[in-house]
């Protein structure tokens, strides 16, 4: 059962630009978030009427992770004792809201789950991004000729500009040079897919590299997910993406041994040669190369704020240059516990709805408490899962598709350090807290296998359903006894 809910968690992810109905007429309620409660449900089944153990194996994560839930609930001080009343609201629909995503986590560290479960939470993405992508490369002509599925359109209006609930003006976000419009398939904006993408390829190269055992046999079905992952990757014309392969060769050069390299060699060889022809074949149909676009937006980052070389329009690290300068004005008013979380927009003087980094909206919201918590979090999360790369015999006695699921760790660390610290604002969201449930799950399981610091936990030292079951016998005994 614990696998039909993740599968089902880990699909409905790419569902959330759809909502099912609006609450408080502005927040989308996703199929995401209603499997998510299920599951939460199932969770509280299985501790409360089964009465299963709860066991946690104990790292230091763990600790700044409910230092950062501590921190959520000490910014909302600042709201009760200086803030107006919607500010008060906010900052509680807000605190609701991370807590519900954040309890996967808790999940995660308290209740062991198998590595064939996800194993096949992995397959079923790896599949999916088959069909992502052919759609993605699909939508360039589509666009540029005014296909059918050209543009998709939203229904969530959780995406909207705060203070909207026009639906009419959630569009995906696709700039075009020319011809050539960035691929975004399902997804709003280009560098959503490239983060996709950047998650397959971990999984496609990293097997591969430390030669544990690809997710599937099929060496075809292998080569049609790199290329259309790859290929994808290339189209989406996203920063996100480029940085996101980088730290991935760059941690595979520090951390993995040296013969492991000549595979990485032969595999940044056939990118190359796939990368060639995609541009070539784009650059036929379009006028456009993608690579030649790729250098100029370099070239224009390298010198940003030089007055002889002009940025390429739609460049959005000035606009996050910006929002990062007035999150930082914010959480100066308010240096220890912030200005409360999701009350970022309430600062008229700054003029932002939202930071466009995790980690200064952490600041801004949460003060030094919730930063330094989130950080420390993120830190101990990469010393851990670095160490099953370079200390080997700390998991020799693991099957290997767990020790294919502890390779992976390290580099989705990576991948959500770009994400949350670089590129991207998934404090409250799902794309942040799902993934980290998955890399917490496995650490947990990890260490009890390990016979590490692990401690148990029973809610009910008789499950309720045992208790409901020997009242209800008494009470069917004494009924019969007075017939």
Same mark, same amino acid.
């Given at each position: 059962?614990?696998?039909?809910?993740?599968?089902?968690?880990?699909?409905?992810?790419?569902?959330?630009?759809?909502?099912?109905?609006?609450?408080?007429?502005?927040?989308?309620?996703?199929?995401?978030?209603?499997?998510?409660?299920?599951?939460?449900?199932?969770?509280?089944?299985?501790?409360?009427?089964?009465?299963?153990?709860?066991?946690?194996?104990?790292?230091?994560?763990?600790?700044?992770?409910?230092?950062?839930?501590?921190?959520?609930?000490?910014?909302?001080?600042?709201?009760?004792?200086?803030?107006?009343?919607?500010?008060?609201?906010?900052?509680?629909?807000?605190?609701?809201?991370?807590?519900?995503?954040?309890?996967?986590?808790?999940?995660?560290?308290?209740?062991?789950?198998?590595?064939?479960?996800?194993?096949?939470?992995?397959?079923?993405?790896?599949?999916? !991004?088959? $069909? @992502?992508? &052919? %759609?993605?490369?699909?939508? *360039?002509?589509?666009?540029?000729?005014?296909?059918?599925? +050209?543009? =998709?359109?939203?229904?969530?209006?959780?995406?909207?500009?705060?203070?909207?609930?026009?639906?009419?003006?959630?569009?995906?976000?696709?700039?075009?040079?020319?011809?050539?419009?960035?691929?975004?398939?399902?997804?709003?904006?280009?560098?959503?897919?490239?983060?996709?993408?950047?998650?397959?390829?971990?999984?496609?190269?990293?097997?591969?590299?430390?030669?544990?055992?690809?997710?599937?046999?099929?060496?075809?079905?292998?080569?049609?997910?790199?290329?259309?992952?790859?290929?994808?990757?290339?189209?989406?014309?996203?920063?996100?993406?480029?940085?996101?392969?980088?730290?991935?060769?760059?941690?595979?050069?520090?951390?993995?041994?040296?013969?492991?390299?000549?595979?990485?060699?032969?595999?940044?060889? !056939?990118? $190359? @040669?796939? &990368? %060639?022809?995609?541009?070539? *074949?784009?650059?036929?149909?379009?006028?456009?190369?993608? +690579?030649? =676009?790729?250098?100029?937006?370099?070239?224009?980052?390298?010198?940003?704020?030089?007055?002889?070389?002009?940025?390429?329009?739609?460049?959005?690290?000035?606009?996050?240059?910006?929002?990062?300068?007035?999150?930082?004005?914010?959480?100066?008013?308010?240096?220890?516990?912030?200005?409360?979380?999701?009350?970022?927009?309430?600062?008229?003087?700054?003029?932002?709805?939202?930071?466009?980094?995790?980690?200064?909206?952490?600041?801004?919201?949460?003060?030094?408490?919730?930063?330094?918590?989130?950080?420390?979090?993120?830190?101990?999360?990469?010393?851990?899962?670095?160490?099953?790369?370079?200390?080997?015999?700390?998991?020799?006695?693991?099957?290997?598709?767990?020790?294919?699921?502890?390779?992976?760790?390290?580099?989705?660390?990576?991948?959500?350090?770009?994400?949350?610290?670089?590129?991207?604002?998934?404090?409250?969201?799902?794309?942040?807290?799902?993934?980290?449930?998955?890399?917490?799950?496995?650490?947990?399981?990890?260490?009890?296998?390990?016979?590490?610091?692990?401690?148990?936990?029973?809610?009910?030292?008789?499950?309720?359903?045992?208790?409901?079951?020997?009242?209800?016998?008494?009470?069917?005994?004494?009924?019969?006894?007075?017939?």
């Amino acid at each position: 059962m614990v696998q039909i809910f993740l599968i089902s968690i880990f699909f409905t992810i790419f569902l959330y630009n759809y909502q099912v109905f609006p609450l408080f007429g502005t927040y989308g309620v996703t199929s995401l978030d209603l499997v998510t409660l299920l599951f939460y449900m199932y969770f509280a089944k299985r501790v409360i009427w089964n009465g299963d153990r709860l066991t946690i194996g104990w790292h230091n994560a763990i600790y700044y992770f409910i230092g950062l839930l501590a921190a959520i609930f000490i910014s909302g001080l600042t709201p009760l004792f200086t803030g107006s009343a919607p500010e008060v609201i906010q900052f509680l629909k807000t605190s609701v809201h991370f807590v519900f995503l954040g309890f996967i986590v808790f999940i995660a560290i308290s209740y062991p789950i198998k590595t064939e479960v996800w194993t096949n939470v992995i397959r079923m993405w790896m599949i999916l !991004s088959i $069909i @992502i992508n &052919i %759609f993605g490369m699909y939508q *360039i002509p589509a666009r540029a000729y005014d296909l059918p599925f +050209a543009w =998709l359109d939203f229904t969530n209006i959780s995406m909207g500009v705060r203070g909207s609930v026009d639906v009419s003006q959630i569009k995906q976000l696709s700039l075009h040079y020319g011809d050539f419009f960035r691929a975004t398939s399902i997804f709003p904006e280009p560098s959503a897919l490239a983060s996709f993408n950047v998650v397959i390829f971990i999984f496609l190269l990293i097997p591969y590299i430390q030669k544990t055992k690809p997710f599937f046999k099929s060496k075809i079905l292998n080569t049609v997910m790199f290329v259309t992952t790859l290929t994808g990757l290339f189209l989406t014309f996203s920063m996100t993406g480029f940085i996101g392969v980088f730290l991935i060769i760059f941690g595979i050069f520090m951390l993995e041994s040296f013969r492991r390299l000549v595979p990485l060699i032969i595999i940044l060889i !056939s990118s $190359i @040669i796939l &990368i %060639f022809l995609t541009d070539s *074949i784009t650059e036929k149909f379009t006028g456009v190369s993608v +690579a030649g =676009l790729f250098q100029n937006r370099i070239e224009g980052i390298w010198h940003y704020g030089s007055v002889t070389k002009e940025g390429m329009e739609g460049e959005s690290i000035y606009g996050r240059v910006h929002t990062a300068k007035r999150s930082i004005n914010i959480w100066k008013k308010h240096p220890i516990n912030g200005c409360g979380i999701g009350l970022t927009a309430y600062d008229k003087k700054e003029g932002i709805y939202f930071s466009d980094f995790s980690s200064l909206t952490a600041l801004a919201e949460t003060g030094l408490i919730g930063f330094i918590s989130l950080t420390g979090m993120f830190i101990f999360l990469i010393i851990i899962t670095g160490k099953y790369i370079t200390r080997k015999l700390l998991i020799t006695d693991f099957s290997i598709e767990h020790k294919r699921l502890l390779g992976l760790l390290f580099y989705l660390m990576l991948h959500q350090v770009l994400i949350n610290y670089m590129t991207g604002n998934n404090f409250v969201k799902d794309a942040l807290w799902v993934p980290m449930g998955m890399i917490f799950s496995v650490i947990n399981v990890t260490i009890i296998k390990q016979g590490g610091k692990v401690f148990t936990l029973e809610l009910m030292k008789i499950p309720l359903k045992n208790t409901i079951g020997r009242a209800l016998n008494k009470y069917l005994s004494i009924k019969e006894k007075k017939l």
